[in-house]
């Protein structure tokens, strides 16, 4: 047994951690997906909290509706239960080689709560299709908004390609290679949430809009 497995299996502190799929689709792939992580994460101590994407529907992102400080439901419920866990996990198609309109439109509409609720937040960003590259292009574009926004996205994402092929009738990924790949994955990724959950870095600040000139009027910066 290596080091770090008998660390895992002996010391790990419980960590929640919100997972959803940011497909629709009865039947989805990305759900499929989705839902491995959550065996996966359980089996390695984590405590999960899986939600369903239609929680977080939104109307179209439109400020004229922000008067009154109104935030749809579906944001709210978003910026909720990112706040009550230690980090997130979406597994998210890809369309048109970027993250489904769907989904950046929560994320904008989560955005615009201050505190902003995405600020210092641990993601794992994962994808499956049935094309070669497994959805892995949009998982980039998915990058953008989330570290514009302060998360720490884990630099290890996965994509599952030829995903309609890839799961075994009991939702394992068949590859033994890649399955231990992917729980490799999410083990690293909840080693390094608990670390930054006992050893808090010292970034401190969120910049909205980097290089913009010190002014009351425009100031975003938390
Ligand atoms: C509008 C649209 C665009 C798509 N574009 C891509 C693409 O760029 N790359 C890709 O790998 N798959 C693409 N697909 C195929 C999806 O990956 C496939 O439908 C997948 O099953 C969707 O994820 P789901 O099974 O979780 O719903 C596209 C599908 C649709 C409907």
Redesign the pocket.
Known sequence: MFMSEQYNNEHREPLRILVF?????N???????AKLAVSVIEKNGGIVDFANVTEFDCPSFNQDLEMDNFHPAGARELRKRILANDAFII????????MPGFLKNVIDWASRFRPQPFHERHALLM????????????LWSLRIPLEKLGSNVFSAMFSLAT??KAFTPEGNISDATLSKRFEDNLVSFMDLVEAAKHYPCMKKAWVEFLGEQPDPATERVE
């Open positions: 799929s940011a497909s629709l689709r039947d989805s792939l990305n759900t499929r997906l597994s998210s198609p890809e369309y048109n080689g970027s994808s499956a299709s049935p094309s070669m590259g497994g959805g892995n292009h949009g995903a309609h």
